[in-house]
């Protein structure tokens, strides 16, 4: 399931968060890449252990964990700290695979990769990030304030941005359902309640498929 969220950051949101990294302090993005990925990333990634980088991941952090569609859809229960990607001319990212496993002390297991793009897509040439789905390559370049969900099993890469400069927010998630499948069947019964009860209200329909819904979370869910 690859699901694209619009605005999940607003417009006085995005001011201030380009506002704050227009000085900030960048460095190689190669430091917190794995092994492989490492030899075809070439970036920059915003310096984590400043104030600004701890101020603009609060941002991004509060508007990804409150969203409602990406409440329903990933089920979160740990979020990696957000990563802040530049992507200047020439730069770009290989096909990679993200680690399996994150996090020095507390380990995060990554089910569940998103960019939320930061710069409008007019605003730079190239810069794509593109999946290697089951239906072939597909390839994302989303507005700014705009969130692309993807299943970290997935190879992706970020074409070379040819003009402008590409910012973006990245992170890892892992979800209380690992299973992209069962996931996806939470999402879509939870979907389909939440409809029935606005049409017909609290119906013995709408009972039971809270029952369904409730049980197989139950069943599927790893805490
Ligand atoms: O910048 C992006 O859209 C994705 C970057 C990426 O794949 C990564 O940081 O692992
Ligand atoms: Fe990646």
Redo the contacts with the bound molecule.
């Keep these: 399931m690859i699901l694209c969220i619009e605005q999940v950051l607003l417009s006085n949101q995005l001011d201030e968060i380009h506002r704050l990294l227009k000085d900030a302090e960048f460095v190689e993005g190669k430091l917190t890449a794995g092994r492989y ?1 490492k030899t075809v990333k070439d970036n920059y990634q915003l310096k984590g252990d400043t104030e600004v980088a701890r101020k603009v991941r609060g941002i991004v952090h509060n508007a990804i964990a409150q969203n409602p569609l990406f409440k329903a859809s990933v089920r979160p229960q740990k979020i990696r700290p957000i ?1 802040f ?1 530049r992507y200047e001319p020439g730069m770009s ?1 290989g096909w ?1 695979t ?1 680690n399996a496993i994150m996090g020095e002390g507390e380990l995060v297991r990554s089910d569940v ?1 998103l ?1 939320l793009f930061l710069s409008e897509p007019d605003t730079y040439q190239g810069g794509e ?1 593109v999946i290697d789905t089951s239906l072939g390559e597909k390839s994302f370049k989303l507005p700014a304030g705009s969130m692309i969900v993807y299943p970290s099993t997935f190879l ?1 890469q ?1 074409t070379e941005v040819t003009e402008g400069i590409r910012l ?1 927010a ?1 992170t890892w998630v892992q979800s209380l359902v690992r299973d992209v499948q069962q996931r996806e069947i939470l999402f879509e019964l939870d979907t389909v309640r939440k409809s029935i009860f606005e049409q017909y209200g609290k119906t013995v329909e709408f009972d039971l498929l809270c029952k369904t819904h409730a049980n197989l979370l139950r069943q599927w869910v790893e805490l």
């Design positions: 990925a990563l990607n990212y990679h993200d990769s960019t990030l992706h970020v973006a990245v």
